[in-house]
């Protein structure tokens, strides 16, 4: 089979390289899509903890000037002094305290006193805050770089300023975004970057974050060279997803193609579409010699498994829940075979193979009704020959018996075939008996072998005579044989010793010759 499978789909150029197509199609959508969604999840949630760190330490730096605040008076003296610098070296974020009166003059600082006045846009900034509080970026002659100056006006009209590096400031802010996601803090109008061509940046997403209170805006953005760095990074991940999503897809094309070409799924498709054929076996009567009836029965030629036996397809129709659809196909194909050859086939009768479990569905009787509406070419033509392969409940027996004579209400004949193989085949009889016993081909192949399979079928032969039943001798192979069935009283015979089973045709054709006298029984083909 997996012969067949490679031979339709051969690993070739072709299908490889429309695989391997679709999974960098694949690999290349879904790798940059989902860098792009991590990455901007990432700096959502990594900007919202930078911003709760800002915000944090700038309520920090306000609680220590409010302390400071608090205790202070307009008089610059030793103690003032030292309770300042007592204040910065136990702060972790200033590095120098001041303090200045309502006339926003500062005169007294924890380096000593002092004598200037603030900046006339600073304090503009404190009157229009309504919790009197800003902050500014100015150079820091202590400090000779550009420092953080907070400053706050308490309730007496004391403030104070406080310097802070900007480092200290942005300590947890650079921690949180890395040099991923650069940033910018804007204190007033001045600036403090993390990197030094900020406004230059190609991003793919900014966040402006404003902290109105203190005067303070963050800028924060993802450039696309963050991006474009990490995908570098999965170039080895993207190439083996490549090369393992190609082998996955062209080892699940070959798995459909497989379960395409076994059997369950070619029978599936062949009763789907109509392939199967039907192949017919005469029964002869042995008096007049005469084509008394044919037995249909199932064939298929699968594509991919050659001839299947007829009982492998009923066994698999049976597993795969078909066997209905499997039984209604055959009666079709005899209604088109009588519609076709009404006039051949006018005094002969075609039996259909059933199993018990189809006659107990509910919508048997109905389908068969509907078909011999469909082909009423079939009325008095039809026979049903019920297999006796499967033990039935008692339920299902009375259920069986009002079936059965439903069915011969409509003029079909009921044969029973397998005679032998079920328990309860003969207390079926004796409340249903059948048109016709078929004798199964085990007795008739043990004959002159078997010294009690002839007694065996004698007593079946008289069960059956006692209840006004036909009987077929099925099997019939050799002359032996049918010398033995005729003594037995057995009028009616099937068999490779008149023909096997043959296609309408040959079938057609067989019965002209036979009944003109040109054909040859044995084995007849």
């Given amino acids: 089979m997996l012969k067949n499978v490679f031979a339709w789909t051969p690993i070739n150029g072709k299908w490889l390289s429309i695989y391997a197509s679709i999974a960098l199609l694949v690999c290349l959508l879904i790798f940059p899509t989902a860098l792009h969604l991590h990455l901007t999840s990432e700096f959502e949630e990594r900007s919202s903890y930078a911003s709760t760190a800002l915000q944090k330490k700038m309520q920090t730096i306000f609680s220590e000037l409010k302390n400071v605040v608090d205790e202070a008076n307009v008089v610059c003296s030793d103690a003032h002094i030292k309770h300042l610098q007592r204040a910065t070296f136990y702060s972790s974020l200033i590095k120098g305290y001041g303090l200045f009166d309502e006339n926003y003059k500062v005169y007294c600082t924890s380096d000593g006193p002092t004598d200037f006045y603030i900046f006339n846009s600073i304090i503009e900034e404190i009157e229009a805050n309504p919790k009197n509080i800003t902050v500014s970026l100015v150079r820091s002659k202590n400090l000779g770089e550009p420092t953080v100056f907070a400053f706050y006006v308490g309730d007496k009209g004391i403030g104070a300023n406080a310097l802070v590096s900007p480092e200290d400031l942005t300590e947890e802010v650079a921690w949180w975004l890395t040099e991923d996601f650069p940033y910018q803090l804007k204190v007033g109008e001045k600036l403090s970057s993390s990197h030094k061509d900020f406004s230059q940046l190609n991003v793919l997403a900014n966040k402006q974050i404003d902290f109105v209170d203190w005067s303070l805006t963050l800028d924060i953005v993802l450039p696309k060279t963050t991006y474009w760095k990490y995908m570098y990074g999965l170039f080895g991940w993207i190439l083996g997803s490549w090369l393992a999503l190609t082998l996955l897809l062209r080892g699940g094309h070959l798995l459909v193609e497989q379960y395409r070409c076994s059997l369950a799924f070619s029978l599936k498709k062949a009763i789907k579409n109509g392939q199967l ?109 019920v297999t006796e392969n499967s033990i039935i409940s008692d339920n299902e027996m009375n259920t069986m018996v009002e079936r059965l004579g439903a069915i011969k209400a409509l003029g079909i004949h009921l044969s029973v075939d397998d005679i032998g193989t079920s328990y309860s085949g003969l207390d079926f009889f004796s409340r249903f008996p059948y048109d016709t016993l078929k004798l199964d081909q085990v007795f008739i192949a043990s004959l002159g072998d078997d010294q009690y399979a002839q007694q065996i079928l004698v007593s079946v032969i008289q069960t059956a005579k006692d209840l006004n039943m036909g009987l077929v001798a099925e099997g019939v192979e050799r002359e032996d044989q049918l010398a033995v069935i005729a003594s037995l009283g057995v009028g009616k015979v099937q068999g490779y010793y008149f023909s096997r089973p043959l296609d309408e045709q040959r079938i057609l054709a067989w019965i002209e010759g036979y009944e003109a006298g040109t054909v040859e029984f044995v084995l007849s083909s």
């Fill in 277 to 385: 054929a039907v192949h017919y076996q005469p029964i002869i009567t042995l008096n007049s010699h005469e084509v008394y009836e044919m037995e249909a029965l199932i064939r298929w030629d699968s594509p991919y498994h050659g001839s299947v036996p007829a009982l492998k397809i009923i066994e698999l129709s049976e597993r795969l829940g078909l066997m209905d659809q499997l039984t209604w196909i055959v009666v079709r194909k005899v209604g088109e075979l009588y519609r076709q050859h009404s006039t051949s086939l006018q005094n002969i009768r075609t039996s259909v193979n059933v199993d018990r479990h189809t006659l107990l569905h509910e919508n048997f009787l109905f389908e068969l009704e509907h078909i011999l509406k469909e082909y009423p070419e079939l009325i008095g033509k039809l026979g049903l020959e």
